[in-house]
């Protein structure tokens, strides 16, 4: 028993992660990372179009726009199905949290053309509203004729070099917006940083840009709602990637036990070794355990029993695929140093998933001070 | 004989409802949430005989036995509303180990005779597996059973056997030969009268100062062989196939949520939930506690859809019994230089029995085969690691 383990009546979840596992047989993850973390660019444009083609961008979008309007446990399955092959482009932050934001934001012209183009894959919709220490940040909005006029910093903006298009909070006043921003528009700059796990994150500058009225996409109250739905969505996705990290470091770290010999035996063969092992199967158990209690209980409770089995999973995941690759490397010896490894990638990408929107500690203390507080 | 219904054929919810509402009304207030894990016979008698006269003294029994016939699934109802409810731990080697095992391997005889003896509280068994050098490595047990006609004589000593001091009828593993190429062969199962000649009991104190366990002395010990369960030399096999489902429970989180509930009261009290060091370990603990309800699913799950559970439900266990023991170091070192004192805590919500609680974890991690040995069984049995 190991992995999601989901009800899936019709088979659906099964054909999504055997479509996946295809996928990755022909656009292989580890060699993606590295040739991108080389070339210095922020995504694969060709595996991101080929996600496009498979729906996998659009799969949590509603059918109205244009998206297949499927639910949490299918986007869990493929979460997990990438972070196992290590498909490591950025599909919890465009497709899910760009994705949940648009899904959110009142109807508009604007908001049909950036949902279609995430979905096709025709434009990269980036989120911009986060600032150095992680929390919203939004830029200054001052009305100006039928517009705005925007300054200000973001940090941590996915794909930014790629980006057609930012969804941008921005604050006028007192009243949160969000706003669809164009990559090309006068005064917006960004600078790249390489990241752990081979792509890049932006700074995104906002000198005095100007943005129509008709590119506002949400304001008010409905702004921080939106954010936080796409906060947990996000979590979610990325709680099932690093279940789907966590699960696929064990079996090669078990594979590679089996056959490494010293000693005159396989290594594998020592209790020291098993029992290491052993705890690294059991946490991701425990992991792939509170994905699935996350995915069921949204589903059928929501609300705050949903918020908290998100938090959970999210902070058990993290550190189940965080020390579970550490270990791993470890049990690799020092072939597990080397880059041509794969296990070392395994590593760097759930240090970066896991530093993605919350990191274990603070999430548990979310989670009980939450919990403190309804009691 | 009291009335059964088919309890399966409820759902779980209704069950629920039904077994709580009467277990609040019937298990009697000052046996609920006892300090004491394991109440000797008499301690809990009037709670034994309720549910024996109930007919729910035996959850998963059939009821042609006189037992309810619970499929997994309510028996897991069962045995969390039993937790919930602070109900005591019952002597119940005869319900849980003896009956199911004469129910599946004894003779007509065996049956009819030892069952009902069973359910009225007249026959108080123990498990007799554990020796001085067998403990881990059970199959290496030498209690030796050498047949006299038609008689078996025993001699021997088991340990760590639990509540035989209240016991009168153990269930023994014996050695009845060496000659299998497996040490596992040659092991027999025995029905042995406690009252018998030649047996002595020597209740050891525990750590937490109780006797939960004894030992066990054999000395030329008379046994009919009519009271040989199964088939002579094949016992071990018996012996580990009737823990089925049974293993989940070990797993239950019931003593590591009670523990953190006293944590919280006791950090409530002392006003640790101020400091951030305590909320961050308080959050790690109630987390894990979370996420333990969540992987125990995994496997209750697998027992409704009506399957069978693999070596892999030990990982319930090992976590289970470490968290139970981190969340006691917790209240230690919550209850600061109070964590000198033997009796409990005073808090303004009740006592926290946090020095019992924490010589009381010591046990699950050892007992039940050693975590130790659960990740030995996990390496071979689930990630298939070579010897």
């Not at chain 1, 752990?196 to 921080?224: E, F, I, R, W």
């Not at chain 1, 990637?241 to 005159?264: C, H, K, L, N, S």
């Amino acid at each position: 028993m190991t992995g999601l383990i989901l009800d899936d009546e019709d088979g659906g979840l099964a054909l999504l992660r055997e479509s996946v596992a295809s996928f990755a047989a022909r656009h292989d993850g580890p060699s993606t990372f590295r040739n991108r973390r080389s070339s210095g660019a922020d995504m694969d444009r060709a595996t991101w179009t080929a996600m496009a083609e498979a729906g996998w961008l659009g799969l949590l979008l509603p059918e109205d726009l244009g998206g297949l309007g499927l639910g949490l446990p299918e986007q869990a399955v493929l979460s997990e199905a990438l972070g196992r092959a290590l498909v490591s482009e950025p599909v919890a932050q465009l497709a899910v949290f760009a994705g949940t934001l648009l899904t959110e934001a009142s109807e508009s012209a604007e908001r049909t053309r950036l949902a279609e183009g995430l979905v096709s894959a025709a434009a990269i919709v980036a989120p911009a509203w986060q600032g150095r220490n992680g929390a919203a940040a939004p830029v200054e909005a001052r009305a100006e004729g039928e517009g705005y006029v925007l300054s200000g910093t973001l940090e941590f903006v996915p794909a930014a070099g790629s980006a057609t298009d930012f969804l941008v909070l921005a604050r006028a006043g007192q009243e949160d917006m969000l706003l669809s921003v164009p990559a090309d528009a006068a005064g917006l700059s960004h600078s790249l940083h390489p990241t752990l796990d081979g792509a890049q994150l932006g700074t995104l500058v906002l000198d005095a840009t100007p943005v129509a009225a008709g590119k506002v996409l949400a304001g008010g109250n409905a702004v921080s709602a939106a954010l936080e739905k796409a906060i947990a969505v996000t979590r979610l996705a990325l709680a099932a990637e690093m279940a789907g990290i966590a699960t696929r470091a064990i079996e090669q770290t078990v594979a590679y036990t089996r056959d490494r010999v010293q000693f005159g035996r396989a290594i594998a063969a020592f209790q020291v070794v098993q029992h290491r092992l052993v705890d690294m199967w059991s946490d991701a158990e425990f992991a792939n355990a509170s994905v699935v209690n996350a995915v069921e209980t949204c589903t059928e409770e929501g609300g705050r029993a949903g918020d908290l089995a998100i938090l959970a999973a999210k902070a058990r995941a993290g550190d189940a695929a965080v020390t579970i690759t550490r270990r791993a490397i470890h049990l690799h010896g020092a072939m597990g140093f080397t880059d041509d490894c794969d296990i070392g990638l395994y590593m760097k990408r759930a240090v970066a998933l896991n530093a993605t929107l919350g990191q274990p500690e603070e999430l548990r203390l979310q989670f009980v001070a939450r919990e403190r507080a309804a009691a | 004989m009291p009335e059964q219904q088919d309890w399966n054929a409820l759902t779980d919810e209704d069950f629920r409802a039904i077994f709580r509402d009467w277990v609040e009304q019937n298990c009697p207030a000052d046996l609920r949430f006892m300090r004491k894990q394991r109440p000797v016979f008499d301690e809990v008698a009037v709670w034994y005989h309720r549910l024996a006269d109930k007919g729910w003294l035996s959850p998963v029994w059939p009821q042609e036995y006189g037992g309810m016939g619970l499929d997994a699934a309510k028996h897991i109802v069962y045995v969390e509303e039993w937790a919930r409810l602070g109900c005591p731990r019952i002597p119940d080697h005869g319900i849980g180990l003896t009956g199911p095992l004469l129910i599946r391997y004894g003779t007509q005889a065996q049956k009819d005779f030892f069952l009902p003896r069973i359910l009225t509280g007249e026959h108080v068994w123990c498990q007799g597996y554990s020796e001085p050098n067998a403990g881990s490595d059970l199959a290496s047990l030498k209690t030796s059973a050498v047949r006299e006609g038609d008689d078996f004589i025993v001699n021997g000593q088991k340990i760590w056997t639990t509540l035989a001091h209240c016991a009168n009828w153990i269930l023994l593993l014996t050695r009845t030969s060496n000659d299998g190429p497996k040490r596992q062969n040659g092991i027999t199962v025995l029905l042995v009268d406690m009252t018998d000649p030649g047996v002595t009991v020597r209740p050891i104190p525990n750590l937490r100062q109780e006797t939960d366990f004894c030992e066990v002395f054999f000395d030329n010990v008379r046994v009919p062989a009519a009271n040989v369960v199964g088939e002579v030399d094949q016992g071990w096999a018996l012996a580990k196939a009737v823990l089925g489902h049974e293993r989940i429970f070990l797993g239950a989180p019931s003593r590591p949520e009670y523990a953190i509930k006293r944590l919280e009261r006791l950090a409530e009290d002392r006003g640790a939930f101020d400091d951030p060091g305590f909320v961050a370990r308080y959050a790690r603990l109630r987390l894990d506690l979370y996420d333990l309800g969540s992987a125990f699913e995994r496997f209750a799950r697998v027992l409704r859809a009506g399957g069978d559970l693999g070596p892999d439900v030990s990982v319930l266990k090992i976590f289970c019994s470490e968290l139970y023991q981190r969340i006691t170091e917790e209240m230690l070192t919550v209850a600061g230089e109070e964590a000198r004192l033997w009796d409990d805590l005073q808090t303004a919500e009740g006592e926290v029995d946090a020095m019992n609680l924490y010589l009381d974890s010591r046990a699950p991690a050892i007992f039940g085969g050693s975590n130790e040995v659960q990740r030995g069984v996990l390496a071979k049995g689930v990630l298939g690691l070579p010897s």
